[in-house]
Nanobody, 124 residues
Framework: VQLQASGGGLVQAGGSLRLSCTAS????????TGWFRQAPGKEREFVAA????????YYGDSVKGRFTISRNYAKNTVHLQMNSLKPEDTAVYYC??????????????????WGQGSEVTVSS
């Protein structure tokens, strides 16, 4: 499977953006799709993940209540709706696909396929 991330951009604090991750080559079925982000000078961190089958979702503590991950079966796409954005959300966001168990859904090493990054900049 190949992943294509899109939807990043520049937004003011308090605003919203929606990132999309589209799979080509094979459907997301059977995979968990995760979003991670990396800010300049910082390590990559977990943002959110969703199991394609069943729809279980997982969120990083810093985005709970503000970000929502969802899946679109027809378009074979996973979305990350980001609301109430803060300057500290500024980062390059990466989508990834893998087959982690529930306890490893937040770990980068559980994902074997990564898309290119999509840059998100939140101005204060």
């Amino acid at each position: 499977v190949q992943l294509q991330a899109s939807g990043g951009g520049l937004v003011q604090a308090g605003g919203s953006l929606r990132l999309s991750c589209t799979a080509s080559g094979r459907p997301f079925s059977g995979y968990t799709t995760g979003w991670f982000r990396q800010a300049p000078g910082k390590e990559r961190e977990f943002v959110a993940a969703i199991r394609w089958s069943g729809g279980n979702t997982y969120y990083g503590d810093s985005v709970k209540g503000r970000f929502t991950i969802s899946r679109n079966y027809a378009k074979n796409t996973v979305h990350l709706q980001m609301n109430s954005l803060k300057p500290e959300d500024t980062a390059v966001y990466y989508c990834a696909a893998g087959t982690p168990i529930a306890s490893t859904s937040r770990l980068q090493g559980a994902y074997g396929t990564w898309g290119q990054g999509s840059e998100v900049t939140v101005s204060s």
